[in-house]
């Protein structure tokens, strides 16, 4: 059952500035060994993601304003883990960091949590009832990693184990069957009253015959509402998704942001964020329609954005689904963009909720920013 659970944040976002994040549409090679989803490339994996750290720290021009940074699904080497933990201390304070970690065992994700118990306590103690059940040691975890800088210096460690399998996982017999994790955190950053989520892929879309993922988190963020006047802020999704359009997120989104049946003030003025892997991702699974990419952010139908068609992005309603989408293609970039804080979601207001500041495109080991004239060309 998907449980939530607060997570209290020492964060202070700078006041009357939009909120900024980096999201890294980076490739990830996959293949398939007895019957697991493995990475094929992880050398190549951490080179990719330490150059892109490298940069959030060197933070060059307006890169040091970087509040958020999103990796796709599945893309760190577990055993390059402690290098990135390392590496994420040396970011500045209030800055958070999700990112996805290549397959592991249940064992190993237990040891992770009992490394970080003070702050994963409820996940470990959902692993252990779990273990306790049956012998499971070796079932694959798929998670991410919630890597948050606070504003004293501190740094927290979260994880968080994924409630369904990709597609390629659902077939999978019974002795290697993907385990699914139940606890889900919701970040509360005080003082800046800033809330959010994280998750991994098709937990966005997934329900059983109990209930559904997102009518969970709908639920909690009005009663947040009601109880304190606060809101669900940012929706992180992560993925390594061949079908990043499908129509399954389509419907789900139609429903969080359309109130169709019941008025949702909790999440009215939520962004959604989804960071996918490019289109340079292999998977032994892949199908030739296969595509990779469209990172995307939603917003609310009352902070309409303008239509626009450009070479690395587009802004658009999502095939008139009551919301506005800035839609990025589908190549290996990265894509610094801003969020609107909340005193700036105001529907009177003129100022445009979401900018794109940079897109930058892998050069020789590096990052190169495309120029202004190449990003503003358009189609």
Known sequence: MFQIVEKKLLIKFPLRRHLHVLSCQIPNILDRRKLVYHLAEPDKNWQTISSIIDLVILGQGNLKKINFIFFPEAILP?????????????????????????PMTLGDYKKLLQQFDIDNQEALDSVNEDLDSGDIETLPV??????????????????????????????????????????????????????????????????????SNINVIIEKANQLFFETRQKLDLLAVIECNPKPEHRAFGDVARGFYGEYLARAPGINDTVTAFCNSSEDTVSPDCASDTCYGHSSV???????????????????????????????????????????FFHELDPRSTRTPLKVHAVF???????????????????
Request: proline share 5%; with cysteine.
């Open 78 to 102: 577990f055993q390059y883990l402690p290098e990135a933990l390392t590496m994420l201390n040396d970011i500045r304070p209030n800055t958070v960091c999700v990112i996805g970690i290549g």
């Open 298 to 340: 939603l917003i609310h139908k009352n902070h309409k954005l303008r239509p626009i068609e450009m070479d690395e992005y587009s802004i658009d309603d999502f095939d008139g689904l009551p919301l506005g989408r800035l839609r990025f293609g589908t190549a290996t970039r990265l894509h610094y963009f801003s969020l609107p």
């Open 361 to 379: 495109r892998a050069d020789q080991g590096g990052w190169e920013r495309i120029n202004s004239d190449e990003l503003a060309s358009n189609k």
């Open 142 to 211: 798929n998670c991410c990693m919630v890597v948050v800088k606070e504003s004293d210096g501190r740094q927290r460690v979260f994880f968080e184990a994924k409630s369904h399998p990709f597609g390629g996982e659902e077939t999978l017999d019974s002795d290697h069957y993907l385990y699914r994790g139940k606890i889900f955190p919701f970040f509360r950053c005080q003082p800046s009253c800033y809330n959010f989520m994280v998750l991994i892929c098709l937990d966005y879309a997934y329900r059983d015959i109990y209930q």
